[in-house]
């Protein structure tokens, strides 16, 4: 079955460094998404990418935030100063249809970021 | 801004028995509706959706029921077995709008 794909699993940095959390979605799918959850909290949305641009950003994914689609297959999510409160576990997750047209978005296993 | 509850964070059920889980949304606009299960260590997973213009949805043992007018769904999983256990998230979305809003889950127990 097609998986998404993130690496690394963990990640370490410290407070104010930048950092790159990478992700190869499912090849025919269209619509990228990262999400977050904070330890005990809720998934939160960050951001939606679709045809090599953001489509809908929440206002979290701020100007320390961006995404990328470097090369066709991976999409990256970079924070350029981190923060502590931006230690979480990031998904990555991909769709063949927009999220009205709906069977679900296939997320990979997430991404801990750890800042200290 | 909690659009989608999920009021009990813990739930625990005996094998076999039917588990119940609960979610609340806010906004009216959402008209489609999904459940995802996620295990330690892995993302989300897809478990079953049901569409605003439908109450009822099931696939095996997992059956979705949808009150519009209460703005509450439910997810029946029965008979639970213990590898149900697992987080349970609701998620709701505004079709072609909005991406999905996530609730913050429930802990379900399956206890043999």
């Known amino acids: 079955e097609p998986e998404v794909t993130q690496t690394p699993s963990h990640q370490v940095t410290q407070m104010g460094q930048e950092v790159i959390l990478r992700c190869v979605p499912i090849?025919?799918?269209?619509?990228f998404y990262w999400y977050r959850q904070i330890l005990g909290q809720k998934v939160e949305f960050l951001v939606s990418?679709?045809?090599?641009?953001?489509?809908?950003k929440s206002e979290i994914f701020d100007d320390q935030f961006s995404v990328e689609r470097p090369d066709g297959s991976n999409f990256t999510l970079k924070i350029r100063s981190t923060k502590l409160e931006d230690s979480a576990m990031y998904f990555c997750a991909s769709s063949e249809l927009r999220q009205g047209d709906f069977y679900g978005y296939t997320f990979g296993s997430g991404t801990r970021l750890t800042v200290v | 801004d909690q659009q989608v509850k999920q009021n009990s964070p813990s739930l625990s059920v005996q094998e076999g028995r039917i588990s119940i889980l609960n979610c609340d949304y806010t906004n009216s606009m959402f008209d489609y509706f999904l459940w995802y299960k996620k295990y330690p260590a892995e993302g989300p997973t897809f478990l079953i959706s049901i569409s605003s213009i439908k109450d009822k949805n099931e696939d095996g043992r997992f059956t979705v029921f949808l009150n519009k007018s209460a703005k509450h769904l439910s997810l029946h999983i029965v008979p639970s077995q213990p590898g149900d256990s697992a987080v349970y998230f609701c998620a709701a979305s505004s079709s072609g709008n909005t991406p999905l809003v996530f609730g913050k889950g429930t802990r379900l127990s399956v206890i043999a």
């Open positions: 990418f679709y045809n090599n641009e953001i489509s809908e």
């Open positions: 090849s025919n799918h269209l619509y």
